[in-house]
């Protein structure tokens, strides 16, 4: 048997340079629709979109054959709905354009500051708010963060560092032990959060590497992924993921979308919150859509979402039952919806 190290291994020793397994599958993530059909047995033509079609193999090889309505496929297949224009959704529907402090850095919230660190993702989500922001492939963070890293030190109140983007996983382990190295010294900040959706979408990324990173970041480390059915997480190499980022210390919620057609009824959602605690997640929280262009078909109206939060309500214990929260720009926190 060959193991996905003794495989990295053998690949690295034939290359000059040194790519790990997980970007070798970044790059090697499907870009084609039509690929993406003749992968899963499906016949019929695509639509043509300017947010392109991204999707790794592993992500892939969780979805049903065969199946148009597959909850994973919905998620990531472009369709020519999103092409239509619907009133009430725009290009920033929560505001960050204005919010930016300094370069990259978002402070919209008391004592935590949110790092785009990238513009990349390992997955193009078509519900996604930052589907139309500028930065969706250069890095915005221009250097090595210094303007960001000034602001962040200069504000002794910021406790809380977010890394989101973009995927802050998709940079490199050596980008990520830099901005590491300088998180250390800033003696105010002392809980690092991820925003990541590559434990769920690039399990491979959490190799050994990106762990021995970790016990390089003294401060409490917190990461939230992103999982919107319980599909998506029943996969070994997610399981090892979870376990070994839990075995790392760090502490693990789930942020997840209401989406139509995806996780929209109660048996779905319960079964997401059972899922993610059988793997050591807790539920964080439940968005609701982001009002943003192109995403329209998959809204739940706010009362659908509080009659089926009423319902998981009485299925679950009280820590496995999401916040239903909306974000409402300029707010100076996430809005809880009541259910
Ligand atoms: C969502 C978000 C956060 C984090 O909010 P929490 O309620 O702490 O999870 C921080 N900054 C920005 C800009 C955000 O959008
Ligand atoms: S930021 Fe998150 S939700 Fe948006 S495309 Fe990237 S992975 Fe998907």
Known sequence: MITGIQIKNQ??????TKVSLWQRELAGAVREPAELLRLLGLEGTVSTNPFRLLVPHS???RMKHGDWHDPLLRQVLPLDEELRVVEGFN???VGDQFAQVADGVLHKYHGRVLLVTTGACAVHCRYCFRRHFPYTESNP??????GALAYIRANADVREVILSGGDPLTLSDERLAVLFRQLRDIPHVTRVRFHSRLPVVLPSRIDSGFLSLLEQVPQQKVMVIHANHAQELAAGDVRTALAALHGAGVTLLNQAVLLRGVNDNADVLVELSES???QRVLPYYLHLLDRVAGAAH???PEA???????KIRQRLPGFLVPKLVREVAGERAK????G
């Open 11 to 16: 690949v690295e020793n034939v290359l000059p």
């Open 304 to 310: 659908e979402a509080a009659r089926l939060m009423g």
């Open 298 to 300: 998959f809204e739940v």
């Open 141 to 146: 963070v221009r250097g090595e963060w210094e």
């Open 91 to 93: 290009h920033d529907p």
């Open 335 to 338: 809005m809880p919806v009541s």
């Open 59 to 61: 992500y892939i090889a």
């Open 276 to 278: 993610l605690f059988a």
